[in-house]
């Protein structure tokens, strides 16, 4: 087996990965502060890509003076588009979660279904369904690695390592507001305990309101990341798909689970379509990641950094 | 005025626990059976029956199957498409492999498969719970996706990777015109309904119930979660398996794997919650409007005259689609059934409310 071309199918999925962690990101906010199973955090990536990517577009057409400042515009666009993340995320919690507040799992969740077919259906309406391209600066261009240690060295996107770095910034900066600010603490106070958070003056509806903003802002990273990879598109939104088998792998409750699990399923899955999947058909990536956590949660029900579940009678 | 109980005295136990108790809902049961079964097929039109009816009752089937499992057992799927593929592609590959055999029997001998695939898919759920087997089951969604699509031996290596269901004949009586369709599926339908009615209410259907409710407490009264978890995905799978046949054979005709995606195991997992969770008559309320919704949506744009794109009407609809949806949810979170129960509990009491 040659070493670099391992190397260069690890990274690559590694990469991958990454963008995974981004979308599990945003589902395990959700499902810590809340309890809910966001189904729509894909659509919610959908969404956020096509805004970012239609106001660049339309943003010079409306303001001439913007027309030669890229920089400037892609700024605003992005400013713009943070905004109806949680102009959405304000949305959300009036129309859906405030009235079906005490449901059962599955009403939340069936109800994040609904959530999603209308952002997919109203995000396309307003901003269109094409294909997009989204250029935000980051550079496209593949570089070799380690070209001194293996022959012809390891290929590497460099737009997935600025994904990398997006991400770790990213995460940093969760990690740092979540310990950092009071809001911080209150959310994590949410995330332990609803009644004991509820009891000492934390008010739910506004935490509600901020996690699903932060996860709107997640998912404004993680769509500008995957857009500007491979364009904006409506097969962004099945993303929400790609992510599950990280957030079971890594707990629905872990915010490094979802970063961990989203690496080993990258990596995983990329391995087994090179290794395995030539033998067989091609094809098992969509597969793949589901067989590997379910699997992996035989031996681990509660995903590997979840919280271990207790049940009494 | 109508709805009275009055005067219908329960003498033996036979009589207080048949299904339905009250005289008025058993013949309107029966009357509604009895119009579908003679008046439906001289009255409705081709298109009433090919494009509505019959895809409407076939869901109904795949509710049921689901329900079973999610209604009543509580183990959330999300993979209920793929084992109507597997019924489906099972009853395909009996009829081209076993010659000779009556159709009926192929599918029920496709929902048996299904069963099989389904017990398999269900051991995981011995150890996992809630949404992680939700997503679990979702393995089992892509995989079987994955297997029709690319071994080709169950689609018999046709180049195009879709499948044609031979033409409908039992006992050498003709089953193509589309009234001859709606009966067998309507049998198909009532059979199946009052084999699962009557199973939810037996000694199976209250050990799946006391699982869903509490699999530990169930465990600790003597009821064994293996046995009981294992057996209501068989029986879902077999149903949905049944489902996927008639969908393949009676509906669609020809398909491929793209019939059964996860789209499919969506549109009839919305069936069930907003029918009703644990409920036989919800899953016809909840297929009834699923079905006809976006037939409904589709007309509204055209009616009033809004001048719209066909890609634009496709996006409307499916927003207003999610936005019905959190609606129903929000107005009743246990589904049409629970609406109709209330609806009738009113009109026991009425016109004195208390």
Known sequence: ?313 | MLYREAGQYKTDYVKDQQIFPIAQDRWSVLAIVALAFVAVPFVATDYLLLSILIPFLILSIAAIGLNILVGYCGQVSLGSGAFMAIGAYAAYNLSIRVPGLSLPVMWVLAGFVSAAVGILFGIPSLRIKGFYLAVATLAAQFFVDWVFLRVKWFTNYTPSGSVNAPPIEILGVSFQSPTMKYLLVLTFAAVIALAAKNLTRGHVGRSWMAIRDMDIAAEIIGIRPMAAKLSAFAVSSFILGIAGALWGFLFLGSWEPLAFDINRSFQILFMIIIGGLGSILGCFLGAAFIMILPIFLNQVPAAIGLPLSTEMISHVELMVFGALIIFFLIVEPHGLARLWSIGKEKLRMWPFPH
Do not use: C
């Not at chain 1, 260069?8 to 981004?22: D, I, R």
């Not at chain 1, 395990?28 to 199973?37: D, E, N, R, T, Y």
């Not at chain 1, 509806?205 to 998912?219: E, F, P, Q, T, Y």
């Open chain 1, 1 to 313: 087996m040659d070493l670099g071309f391992f190397l260069e199918v690890v990274f690559a999925g590694l990469l991958s990965g990454v963008l995974y962690s981004l979308v599990a990101l945003g589902f395990v906010l959700i499902f810590k502060a809340s309890g809910v199973f966001n189904f729509a955090q894909g659509a919610m990536v959908l969404l956020a890509a096509l805004a970012l990517v239609r106001l660049i577009e339309w943003l010079p057409q409306w303001l001439p003076a913007l027309a030669d400042q890229r920089v400037v515009t892609i700024a605003l666009a992005f400013i713009l588009s943070g905004g109806l993340m949680i102009g959405l995320a304000y949305a959300v919690e009036r129309a859906v979660l405030r009235p079906l507040v005490n449901q059962e799992g599955i009403i939340l969740f069936m109800a994040t279904l609904g959530v999603t077919y209308f952002i997919d259906g109203a995000g396309q309406t307003v901003f269109g369904s094409n294909i997009y391209n989204l250029d935000v600066g980051f550079p496209k261009d593949s570089l070799f690695l380690f070209e001194g240690v293996f022959e012809g060295g390891v290929l590497v996107n460099e737009i997935d390592l600025w994904a990398a770095v997006v991400a770790g910034m990213l995460v940093l900066f969760l990690a740092l507001f979540f310990q950092y600010t009071a809001t911080g603490r209150a959310l994590r106070a949410v995330a332990d305990d609803h009644q004991a958070a509820q009891s000492v003056g934390i008010p739910l509806n506004r935490i509600w309101v901020i996690v699903w903003a932060v996860s709107g802002l997640v998912a404004l990273a993680a769509g500008m990341v995957w857009g500007s990879k491979l364009g904006v598109q409506f097969s962004i939104s099945l993303l929400a798909l790609k992510a599950l088998p990280v957030l079971i792998l890594g707990g629905f409750t872990s915010v490094p689970g979802a970063i961990i699990g989203g690496l080993i399923i990258g990596a995983g899955e990329k391995m087994a379509e090179v290794y395995i999947g030539s033998h067989i058909g091609g094809g098992i990536e969509n597969w793949f990641a589901f067989m590997l956590a379910l699997v992996f949660l035989l031996f681990r029900p509660q995903g590997l950094f979840g919280e271990k579940i207790i049940e009494r009678v």
